[in-house]
């Protein structure tokens, strides 16, 4: 056919691109304040529950002493005991003294933030120092990418990354690298890295899962083809380019080895393809090597 083969076409060209590192990880809190029952009570009522954000000295909880509880308790006892009216008179005053020395404490958040977790329910008996709820500070909360350790020597602190967070929408958002953490994973071959919200959020929940996806280097001026024009063997692995003559009516097929792949195009780096030289993007498959080629719209 005088005419080609029917082709569509894209050019070959230079581009700046980043090394994008991709983690999963979650968000996590740097500093957890507990709010703890300051002697021996009873938990009378609870305000708050688990996700819910709270104000620093927010009352979000009411104890009453288990001392005091005790002294009405007794008087109480007094009364049932008691077989005439001069001693229920005499219990029943106790009971009220008692009631009016009843010790109820408000407790209150010690810092802005979320709430992660509670340890008690209204009618709880509590010890002194137990943990009736842990608070994460507000502005305190990171995100914890899990970095695979073949990726972790690009990874260095100051690098910018965006995190894909579902629940906080569909927009990314924006961080930067803190430091690499302890703790790495045998057994997924990991290790936590910190990254920080910029701007700051403040009211961001923990908890919540994502991927960040750190700019770990760039590659400027790299030579990149449309990922369409490039063709990979599955079975030999060999990726290959049906790229046109200097005319534009022949195609010549080109073994490359490729690197970076982002924004929908695919670095070549080698051989050095010229720049400007037009490669094939659709009608390639199956195309002989030499064949005439009719560019189409």
Known sequence: DDAGVPVRVDTIRRMDLDVIVEAPGHTEALKQDRVRSPF????????????????????????????SEAALDGARQMLAAADNEADSADARRAIEIARRQLVHTPLRAPAGGVVLSHGAEVGDYLDEGEVVLIIAVAGTVFFKAQVTQDDLGAVTPGEHATIDLPAEGPTPVGAVVHDLLPM????????????????????????????????????????????????????????????????GTTAHWVVVKTGLDEGGHVEITSPALPVGRQVIVDGQVGLPDGSRVSIQP
Not at 40 to 53: E, F, M, Y
Not at 190 to 207: C, K
């Open 184 to 247: 790495a994973s045998s057994e997924n071959l990991s290790a936590p890295v910190r990254l920080d919200f910029r701007p700051a959020r403040p009211n961001i929940a923990v908890g919540l899962f994502g991927t960040a996806s750190i700019v770990a280097g760039r590659h400027p001026g790299a030579i990149v083809v449309p990922r369409a024009a490039v063709l990979r063997d599955d079975v030999s692995g060999v990726s290959r380019v049906a790229m046109l003559d200097p005319t």
């Open 40 to 67: 021996a009570s009873d938990l009378v009522s609870l305000t708050v529950t688990d996700g819910d954000h709270v104000r620093a000295g927010q009352v979000i909880a009411e104890v009453v002493s288990k001392n």
